[in-house]
């Protein structure tokens, strides 16, 4: 039987007594979920910088300095090393393990990004009468590597990642309006319709997360997503890299209207 | 006589030939206006956290590499070292210079910062008959220094700049709803009416720019400012850093409803 937590507090706690390892669809609604990255110092910058030029895959919650694991201005009382249901560890690229905790792999140099996740638009449209078929199938959001280049910055260069969500056209419009007053967790969608136009052959097989129906009625919508630089890490090689597991956040004490 | 230029890049052009070193305000109508902080690579991630953390003060624009000085994405055939009306050079926090070309000063570790400025909102104001006395008196804004505390990011740390426009209190209203949307051009006001509220003593000595005269049924009206980071750098000492004059603006190619 699936758990929900009704707050941040609540889901990090339990995250960091390993009480909760699963995906964040649906849980603590009214909290701003985020993507998490961590980079060394040494191209923390750089990093920065991509997150800068890419605003609508990377919109920058909060960053840390190197060796804080406190994200102080968005949770006051978290450790970025324990309180996400579960981990990836990058090495020149390559994920190694996907731990729940960061105990053998934390590093005094590493600098924290916490990014918008589209998960935090969700309560609002739910609460529009509109469809969030991932949540009405219990599983997570499909995530889709696109043919859409970023613009680099220093040696990180690759291409968009999405999340799709199906509804009608019309509720894409709804959606629309809905998700524009939320541009730090994604804002409006970047493209809807033919899938092949952004470089996706196959909505059945996700690059991340789950698959979802999709009715006869419906079209997909797809939003820029805050997994973007796991597909930047795969292509740019850097030699540590740990990010939070695709779908499983790091949630926040802020309301969700920012 | 005042002389005016069409957009930003007859402006830069002027300022390349060392044909043009006054102030931007009114100038290039329509087109984004930007301040400028060069920062050696050594403490440029630390000053990109500062700005993503002051982001009323310091709305990042654009970000350059380091040792690269066009800012392609708004301007790509301009020249950061040459196409500004003048520049102020600190050391060590200190002013030291206020050249009107960087020839002399240029390093190859420098990392360019452009930040979104207040000038850019004001044709606005006047399309929409509200007043923006200083273009009235043909001089600079006036810029303070308040007791706001930034929030500080490595070694940076220091006071909020603000830029002040008299107005009347249903006038500072619709200006208001107007700068809402401009938020890389620092946004909607932070304070209206008392300024010892904010640390401001005597209006009639600004901290940079001119005075400018504030009429009886008027009350001043305070932006942040993109100068905070020189008032940052006078507290905060960094080895060496550049910026523009304040109140002589990098001109971009952005139309100015970003």
Redesign the interface.
């Known amino acids: 039987m699936q758990k929900y937590f009704a707050n941040g507090k609540e889901l990090r706690t339990a995250c960091r007594h390993g009480d909760w390892s699963g995906p964040t669809p649906g849980q603590a609604n009214g909290y701003v979920q985020a993507n998490l990255v961590m980079i060394p ?1 040494q191209l ?3 990093f ?2 991509f997150c ?2 890419n605003p609508k895959p990377c919109p ?1 919650i909060e ?1 840390t ?1 190197a060796g804080d694991p406190c994200p102080a ?1 968005v949770a006051a009382d978290a450790d970025l090393r324990s309180d996400l249901p579960a981990y990836r560890i990058y090495q020149q690229g390559v994920l190694v393990a996907e731990p729940t905790n960061l105990k053998a792999y934390w590093r005094e140099d590493l ?1 924290s990004f916490l990014i918008g996740c589209s998960f935090t638009f969700e309560n609002a449209l739910i609460q529009a009468q509109l469809p969030v078929r991932h949540l009405e199938q219990g599983s997570n959001v499909p995530m889709y590597k696109t043919n859409i280049p970023c ?1 680099p ?2 040696p990180f260069r690759g291409p968009m990642v999405v999340s799709m969500r199906p509804m009608t056209p019309a509720q894409a419009l709804s959606a629309t309006v809905i998700c524009s007053r939320f541009p730090l967790s994604h804002g409006i969608p970047i493209h809807l319709g033919d899938p092949q136009v952004i470089g996706i052959n196959d909505l059945s097989r996700p690059d991340y997360g789950d698959p979802v129906e999709i009715r006869p009625n419906e079209i997909p919508v797809f939003w820029a997503c805050g997994v973007t630089p796991q597909a930047i890490v795969v292509d740019s090689r850097p030699e540590f890299v740990i990010t939070h597991k695709p779908g499983h956040m790091f949630i926040t004490d802020l309301h969700d209207q920012i």
Chains 1, 2 share one sequence.
């Open positions: 110092r923390a910058f750089e920065m910088l800068q030029r920058l960053v300095e201005n600098v613009r910055a220093g």
